[in-house]
């Protein structure tokens, strides 16, 4: 498992500090012996030399280029919970000499405020976020002043072996330490907790919390990489190499947010529910326009279910498909109140209470919940429609629910189709859009009309008709029971978007004692792609 290696226990901070200074003083048994400060001619690890203002061309320089960050605001640990007004340390450093410094996303995200400790200086000075990436875990933030000294990037390739020097503050301490390593591989598995990237280098040289965003150089001073984690593993962390770094340092420096919604973010999995684990929020980013708080964590985006990998990648992937400013579909939960919740990302609408079949139908539904089902997400031939069913339902048929109307695709997909259509013995969904119903029967209509086409009346107990309501669309569902003298709940949802140019007719057939679970994710998946 890996760790942050920046600011992200902040109750723990202090104590946690405390004991790793005790271990780095054993006898060579603890974790402290691990670190290799590097020889720099001067009786402590902290290089003396004074650089010129310009750029570090040697190792003994960087010292003058690394600055010492610290966040405070209101942040919420998954361990501990609520820290008011806590100041978390990490690190960065100067690319430019007019102040841009890079640093992690997960350092200054969501903070109230950033002090930039220079070069050993023990008064800061103020900086402000330009830009950051959550799924890069990378920002830049524009330090107060001009003529700093600056480190330039690695011209040459990273390959393993390479000499790597971790250059921080770890642990909040306002000593400048260097430890030194190799490069162990150039391109390491970039899919993370803390970020979603085509790679990243794993290397030995130590480094502690406090070090995140600091920069990890070569024998000459140079940044090869920029350090956000350690793992369990002994000798293993973890830095975003520059490639990364250069598709989007220009845009950061714009002060633009990329594959961002503005969130200190971890991919978590808690009893609760999985997904990301909101540390805080940027002031003003769509995720706070959208009330998503610390503490939250979200569940869903654009209907897929977030971090079951452990990784943020089905998130990150989610936002480069989309345009920065495109609505998106989320789902959250909320901790402090136990409520799961429903809203969009750019839009106009407020967060409210997500819809449970589930819990609507308790009394019907009386067997396991979805964990003991595996999922997978299914199309119709057209393309437009997608759905999440359980892995046993294995048959589909994405033919158009009507052959001469221009816009009605549909998918009914069962454990079996002959089972599903022509019976009650087995579990199926079907699922059409048509935009001439929309206008010809409106929702009741074509509730009306199904139960008819269906004798659902004669062949089950009908037990009512319920409003129905989601971040996309609004209708009624009708509810049966006992269909064909089974243990067998059938639903028929009928539903219109906002702007009602569009009708949706989803049939769901369940055996209540054997797929209650199934119910709630079905019907939190179902998506018109396009129209």
Known sequence: MRVAAGPRTWAAFAVVALVLAACTSSDGDGAGSEATPVATGQPSATPTATATPGAVTALEGVHSAVVRIVAEGTFVDPEFGVQLNAAGSGSGFIIDGTGLAVTNNHVVTGAGFVRVFLDGS??????RLLGASECSDLAVIDIDGDGHPFLKLREGAVAAGLGAFAAG???GDAEFT?????VS???ADGESEWASVDFVIEHDAQIRPGNSGGPLVDDDGAVIGINYAASDEPNQAFAIGLAELRRIIDRLSAGEHVTSIGVNGQAVASPDATGIWVASVRSGSPADRA????GDIITRLEGLLLATDGTMSDYCDVLRSHNPDDVLAFELWRAETGQLLEGRLNGDTALTASFSFAEQLSDSLLGPDAAGYDFHSVTDDSGVLTVDVPDVWMEVDGTPWFTDEPFAPSITVARSLDGFLNG?????LFFGVSGELAELTGVEGLLDQIR???????ACEFVGRYPYQDPFYGGQFDQFEGCGGEDVIYISLAALPEDGS????????????????????????FLVLNQ
């Open 424 to 428: 009650w013995t087995a579990p199926g």
């Open 185 to 187: 591989k150039a391109r």
């Open 169 to 171: 503050f770890p642990l």
């Open 178 to 182: 260097l430890t030194r390593g190799i």
């Open 291 to 294: 009330g998503v708080r610390a």
């Open 502 to 525: 569009f009708i949706i007719s989803v049939q769901v057939q369940l055996r209540a004692q054997e797929d209650a679970g199934v119910l709630d994710r079905v019907l939190d998946s």
């Open 122 to 127: 023990a008064q800061p000075v103020n900086a």
């Open 452 to 458: 008819e086409l269906f004798s659902l009346d004669e």
